[in-house]
C-alpha cells in the first residue's frame, strides 16, 4: 500500500506543468467542480440534440396530436388565407356582360341593440331612417319586418351601404357578400343558366352548369408568416407578406371570361318578336333558335315562358326552369317534309322534277289521310315536288316516301341521329323518338305518317340541326353555345373544336334548298317574304298527342322554318309556337312572321347586303 | 489624463502584450463573448424594440450604455493588484446587502413581474442581487483560502452575511439568483479544500431549509416542477416553456439564419432576457448551439488552468469563483431554456440585456484575468517593470 502510494506521488511530482506547491487534494478539488460543470454542458448539449435534430413528435393529451416542436412551430407561426376569387363572368360574341359577381351587402337588424352615441333609439326612428334610405319598404312595413328572424334585406346595392352606415346605429348589421348577378335579368336565362343564392354557389342550371369547370378559377389560398402585436389591449394577427414564396403570386388569377356564341341584341329582338307573337295568339310557350350553319353555333335561343335568374327563388311554377326546345320532344310536321325530300333525293327514289300523284286523300291501315285543305282544294293531279312543299301536301310526300323500302327509310331516319344524345353544351337534352323498327317496316301507316312528319318526335334544337344541315350542304353539324374562354381583348384562349358529319350530297341539299325558296315565293311560306333577300322555308302545323295518346283536335304546334340567305346560306332560323289560339293558326299565320322579324333583325344587325333589287310592285 | 483613457480602451490596451498567454487568451475570449452576445441581443431584441418603443435599437443602445460602465469596471480590475481589490470587497458587500435588502422596501424597491429586485435610479434602476456576484466572490474567495486560519467567529460572521444575503435575494423573490449563488458558494468552499464533513453539512441544511419552506408552501413546488410537463397549462403556466422549446426545435441543425428567428416576433416571452438562448438557437441551430457549449467549456478550462497556475489560494479561489459564476451561470440558462431545469429568470452572462448583468459579468471576467497576470512570476515581475516606467 504505502509503496503504491508513495509511486503515485513521485509521478505527481514528475509532472512538468504542475506547480510545485499543488497538493494532489487540491487538484482532485479544482478538477471537481470543473468536471460538473463539464457534465452539465454535456448534458445540455444532448438535450439541444434531442430537441433540435430528434425532434420527435411530442406525446401529451394537451399538445397537438402527431406533431413534433417544428411542425407546431409551421402551424403557429403561419396562416392560411383564402381569398375570394370571383367566379367568371360570361358574355356574348359581342363582349356584353351576361352573368359576373359582384359584391352586395345583406342587412340584420337587432332591435334589442339599437343605440346611438350611447343612447337608446327608438325602432319607428330608425324604420323612418331606413326607409327613406332604401325607397322600398314604408317605415311601417319596415317596423313589422324587424321582427322577423334573418336577414332584413339581401342583396342590397354598395350605393346604400355609406348611408346606413352613416346613421351610426348599433344593431344594423351589413354583411359583405359576393353573388352572382344577371345584368340583361331573363335575356339570355334558357342558356345562362344560375348558381345557388347560398354560400355554396352551387351552379343550377345552364352555361352555369356545365361550364363550371371553365367558369371557377382556382382558388388562392396563402400561406402567410405571421405574428401578433398588442394594440389597446387586444391581440392583432401581422401578416408579413414579403416572406411570401415565389410559387404564391398575390394575384395569379387571370381576366378570361366565358364566351358564348349567343349575340344579346339578335336574342333580343328575337324575345320581343316571339313575345309578340304568342300575346297575339295567347300561346302556350314558344321558341326561337338560330344556329350558324356553318360552325354549329347558336347566335339565338329564346325560350318563352322563362325566369330571372337573379330570383330564380321567387318561381312557383318550375317549368320555366327547364329550356323546352331542348328539354321537350315534339311532331315537327310539315317542317320535316324537306328532310324528308332530301332523304328521298338522296336515296335516288325520285328524281328532283318528278311529277308525283296528288289525289288529296287516301287509306293506310284504315286510317284515313287528308290533306290539310283537302275540303277546299280536293285532289291536285300531278304536281312536282316543290309544288308539294308549297302546298304542304301530305299525300305528295306519302308517295313520294312510298317509292323507298320502308327498312331503308327506317335506317335513313337513324341516320339523322335523331335518336342520340346531342350532345349539347346546356344541360337537359332529350334524345328523339322514333317507332320501332319492326312495327315501322311491317305497318305502311306509320312509314306513311313519318312522310309528313308524324309518328315520331324530336327536340326543335334538333331539328334545326337537320335544316342547318341542308343549308350547309349536307354537313350535320354539332350546334354549340360556348365558344370558348376569351381575355377582356377579345382574343380566344381556349377555344371548343367544332364537330360535323356528312349526311347529303351538297348538290341534293342545294336542290331541296331552292325548293324550299319557292315556298316562301310562292307557297305556304309567303308571310316571311323580305323584298330583295332570298330566304327559304317551311312551315309546319302539327296536331299534338293528348294524354290518351291520340291526336288532339284542337291543341296544335306551328312552327316555321328558314335558310337565309339562299345563295349563300349562313342562318337556319326555327320558330315554334305551341298550342296558339284562334281559328286561323297556322306555321304560316304565327310562327312565319316571328321568323321573318328574326331575319329582318339579323339583317340589319349584321348588314347583310339583299341579293336582288327589290321588285317594284 | 492620458493614463485615464487606457480604462476607456476595451481589450486593446497596449499592455495586453505583456500579460501571460492565459490572461491574453481570457481578454480576446471574453471580448469575442460579448460581441456574439451583442449581436445575439441585437436581433432577440429589435422586433420587441420596435413594437414597444418605436425603435429597434432602443435596447441595444441601453446595453451599450452597461457595456461602456462594465468595460470601465473591467480595465480597473485588469489593471489593480487583486489584494487591493480584495481590500474594497467587504466594504462592497456589506454595502450592497443593504441595498438588497432596501429592495424590499416599498418606494423604493421597483417591482417588475412580480419581484421586487430593482432599486429605481433615474432612467435606469440598479439590481444589486447582480451586483454583488463578484463581490461575494472575492470574500468567498478571501473567506475559504484562509479558512483554517480563522476563528470561528469570523468564519461564523462571514456566513451569516453570506445566509443573509441568500436571504435577501430569496425574499425579493429571486430563487434562481439565490440558488446560483449559493451553489457558486459552496462549490468555491469545495474548491478551498474544506473539509467534506462541513460541506455536506452545510449543503444538507440548505436543502432541509428549501424543503421545509417548499413543504410549507406546495404551490411552490407545483411551479418548480411544472418545467417537467408544460404541456400541462399549454396557454398558461407552461407557455414560456413551450415557445422557448418550440424556438429551439426550429433551429434544427443549421438554424434559420441571423435575425431570422419566427419565435422571437411574438411568440416567445422575455425573448431579450432569459429566453435570449431560445432565439439564438433557433437563428444558429444545433451546429451554433455546440459552437457555443464548446466556447463556454474552453472559457471555463482556461479558467481552470489559470487556477492551477495561480500562486497564491485566494487567488485560485477566485479564478473557480468566477468559472462557476461566468459558466455555471450559462448553463443554468441555457438549462431552463431547454426545459431541463425549471423555469426561472436568470440572465445568460454577455447574452442577456440588463446593465447590471453586464457589468456584474464583465467584473467578473475582470478579476479572472487579473488571476491570470498575476499567475506567473515572471510576467509580474515585467508589470513592475511597467509599473516603474
Not at chain 1, 341516320?415 to 332529350?430: A, F
Not at chain 1, 319492326?438 to 327536340?459: H, K, M, W
Request: hydrophobic share 40%; aromatic share 10%; charged share 20%.
Amino acid at each position: 500500500m504505502r509503496k503504491i502510494r508513495a509511486s503515485k506521488l513521485s509521478q505527481k511530482t514528475r509532472l512538468p506543468k504542475k506547480p510545485r506547491n499543488l497538493a494532489r487534494q487540491v487538484t482532485l478539488r479544482l478538477l471537481l467542480v470543473w468536471g460538473l460543470l463539464f457534465l452539465c454542458a454535456t448534458g445540455l448539449a444532448v438535450r439541444l440534440y434531442h430537441l433540435q435534430v430528434v425532434d420527435p413528435v411530442i406525446a401529451h393529451e394537451k399538445a397537438p396530436k402527431n406533431k413534433n416542436y417544428k411542425a407546431i412551430a409551421r402551424s403557429q407561426q403561419t396562416a392560411n388565407l383564402q381569398l375570394f376569387t370571383p367566379r367568371r363572368q360570361i358574355v356574348d360574341r359581342n363582349q356584353n356582360v351576361l352573368a359576373t359577381d359582384r359584391i352586395n351587402y345583406e342587412l340584420y337588424v337587432h332591435p334589442a341593440l339599437f343605440i346611438k352615441n350611447a343612447k337608446p333609439v327608438s325602432a319607428e326612428e330608425i324604420a323612418q331612417s331606413l326607409a327613406t334610405i332604401l325607397k322600398t319598404d314604408s317605415p311601417e312595413n319596415l317596423l313589422k319586418k324587424f321582427g322577423r328572424p334573418g336577414p332584413l334585406f339581401r342583396n342590397l346595392p354598395e350605393s346604400v351601404v355609406p348611408q346606413i352606415r352613416a346613421l351610426q346605429i348599433d344593431g344594423l348589421d351589413l354583411r359583405k357578400n359576393y353573388s352572382r348577378y344577371y345584368p340583361y335579368q331573363d335575356m339570355a336565362a334558357e342558356v345562362i343558366g344560375y348558381i345557388n343564392k347560398d354560400s355554396s354557389r352551387e351552379p343550377k342550371a345552364g352555361l352555369e352548369l356545365t361550364q363550371n369547370n371553365l367558369l371557377e378559377r382556382p382558388s388562392i389560398t396563402l400561406r402567410l408568416k405571421r405574428s401578433f402585436l398588442q394594440l389597446k389591449g387586444k391581440t392583432q394577427p401581422i401578416f408579413h407578406p414579403g416572406e411570401l414564396k415565389r410559387s404564391q403570386k398575390l394575384f395569379q388569377f387571370d381576366d378570361l371570361r366565358l364566351q358564348t356564341t349567343l349575340d344579346l341584341r339578335l336574342q333580343q329582338s328575337a324575345r320581343e318578336a316571339l313575345k309578340a307573337g304568342m300575346d297575339k295568339y295567347k300561346a302556350k310557350r314558344g321558341a326561337v333558335l338560330v344556329m350558324d350553319v356553318w360552325d354549329g353555333s347558336i347566335p339565338i335561343l329564346v325560350c318563352e315562358p322563362t325566369y330571372d335568374p337573379n330570383r330564380y327563388n321567387e318561381y312557383q311554377d318550375y317549368s320555366v326552369f327547364k329550356n323546352w326546345a331542348i328539354t321537350d320532344l315534339y311532331e315537327p310536321g310539315s317542317t320535316f317534309k324537306p328532310i324528308n325530300v332530301a332523304i328521298a333525293l338522296e336515296a335516288g327514289v325520285v328524281t328532283p322534277n318528278a311529277k308525283i300523284e296528288d289525289t288529296g286523300k287516301t287509306v293506310v291501315n284504315t286510317h284515313t289521310i287528308r290533306n290539310h285543305d283537302y275540303r277546299e282544294k280536293g285532289a291536285r293531279g300531278k304536281i312536282s315536288i316543290p309544288q308539294i312543299l308549297q302546298y304542304s301536301s301530305n299525300i305528295g310526300m306519302i308517295n313520294i316516301m312510298k317509292q323507298l323500302s320502308r327498312p331503308d327509310y327506317y335506317h335513313k331516319l337513324q341516320e339523322l341521329g335523331i335518336e342520340e344524345p346531342l350532345k349539347l353544351d346546356i344541360p337537359g337534352y332529350t334524345p328523339g323518338q322514333l317507332r320501332d323498327e319492326v312495327e315501322f317496316s311491317v305497318r305502311e301507316i306509320d312509314a306513311a305518317t313519318a312522310a309528313f312528319g308524324q309518328g315520331f318526335s324530336l327536340t326543335p334544337m334538333k331539328l334545326l340541326q337537320l335544316h342547318a344541315a341542308i343549308a350547309n350542304g349536307g354537313e350535320l353539324m354539332k350546334p354549340h353555345l360556348v365558344k370558348g374562354l376569351v381575355d377582356f381583348d377579345g382574343n380566344i384562349h381556349y377555344e371548343i373544336p367544332s364537330q360535323s358529319k356528312k349526311i347529303w350530297d351538297s348538290k341534293i341539299t342545294q336542290t331541296v334548298l331552292e325548293m324550299m325558296e319557292t315556298v316562301v315565293d310562292q307557297g305556304s311560306g309567303k308571310v316571311s317574304q323580305i323584298p330583295g333577300y332570298r330566304i327559304a322555308g317551311k312551315t309546319g302545323t302539327a296536331q299534338k298527342i293528348n294524354q290518351t295518346g291520340a291526336y288532339d283536335e284542337t291543341a296544335k304546334i306551328t312552327s316555321f322554318v328558314a335558310i337565309f340567305p339562299v345563295e349563300n346560306p349562313r342562318y337556319a332560323i326555327l320558330a315554334v309556337v305551341d298550342e296558339p289560339k284562334g281559328r286561323w293558326t297556322f306555321g304560316s299565320t304565327v310562327a312565319a312572321p316571328i321568323v321573318k322579324d328574326v331575319i329582318e333583325t339579323i339583317i340589319a344587325h349584321e348588314g347583310i347586303a339583299p341579293s336582288r333589287e327589290p321588285e317594284k310592285n | 489624463m492620458l493614463q485615464y483613457l487606457k480604462y476607456l480602451i476595451p481589450f486593446i490596451n497596449p499592455q495586453v502584450r505583456n500579460w501571460t498567454w492565459e490572461a491574453r487568451l481570457l481578454n480576446w475570449l471574453t471580448c469575442i463573448w460579448l460581441l456574439v452576445g451583442l449581436i445575439t441581443l441585437i436581433s432577440a431584441s429589435y422586433p420587441e424594440g420596435v413594437i414597444e418603443h418605436q425603435d429597434g435599437f432602443y435596447i441595444l443602445k441601453r446595453q451599450l450604455i452597461g457595456i461602456i460602465v462594465g468595460i470601465i469596471a473591467f480595465n480597473i480590475v485588469t489593471n489593480k493588484p487583486l489584494k487591493e481589490t480584495l481590500k474594497i470587497s467587504p466594504i462592497m458587500v456589506l454595502f450592497l446587502l443593504l441595498l438588497i435588502f432596501l429592495t424590499t422596501v416599498p418606494g423604493i424597491g421597483k417591482t417588475v413581474y412580480g419581484a421586487r429586485r430593482w432599486i429605481a435610479l433615474g432612467p435606469f434602476s440598479l439590481q444589486p442581487s447582480e451586483l454583488i456576484k463578484p463581490f461575494l466572490v472575492l470574500q468567498a474567495a478571501y473567506l475559504f483560502a484562509r479558512w483554517k486560519n480563522l476563528t470561528w467567529n469570523i468564519r461564523g460572521t462571514w456566513l451569516a452575511i453570506f445566509s443573509l444575503t441568500l436571504a435577501g435575494i430569496l425574499i425579493q423573490p429571486n430563487l434562481s439568483t439565490t440558488a446560483l449563488c449559493g451553489m457558486s458558494l459552496w462549490l468555491i468552499a469545495v474548491a478551498a479544500e474544506l473539509p467534506w464533513p462541513q460541506l455536506l453539512s452545510v449543503s444538507l441544511g440548505g436543502l432541509s431549509v428549501a424543503g421545509l419552506s417548499l413543504w410549507h408552501n406546495p404551490y411552490q413546488w407545483d411551479r418548480i416542477v411544472f418545467f417537467l410537463e408544460p404541456w400541462d397549462d399549454p396557454q398558461g403556466k407552461g407557455y414560456q416553456l413551450i415557445q422557448s422549446l418550440i424556438a429551439i426545435a426550429s433551429g434544427g441543425w443549421s438554424g434559420s439564419g441571423l435575425g431570422l428567428s419566427q419565435q422571437k416576433l411574438s411568440y416567445l416571452p422575455i425573448r431579450s432576457t432569459d429566453f435570449i438562448f431560445s432565439v439564438y438557437s433557433e437563428e444558429f441551430g444545433f451546429i451554433g448551439c455546440l459552437f457555443l457549449l464548446l466556447f463556454i467549456i474552453l472559457y471555463g478550462t482556461i479558467a481552470l488552468r489559470v487556477a492551477f497556475k495561480s500562486k497564491s489560494k485566494i487567488q485560485r479561489l477566485v479564478a473557480i469563483g468566477v468559472m462557476v459564476f461566468l459558466v455555471g451561470q450559462s448553463l443554468i440558462n441555457i438549462a431552463v431554456a431547454t426545459g431541463s431545469l425549471p423555469t426561472t429568470g436568470l440572465p445568460f452572462p454577455f447574452f442577456s440585456y440588463g446593465i447590471n448583468s453586464i457589468v456584474a459579468s464583465l467584473l467578473l471576467a475582470g478579476l479572472l484575468i487579473r488571476v491570470a497576470r498575476e499567475g506567473s512570476k515572471g510576467k509580474v515581475l515585467k508589470l513592475k517593470i511597467e509599473q516603474r516606467t
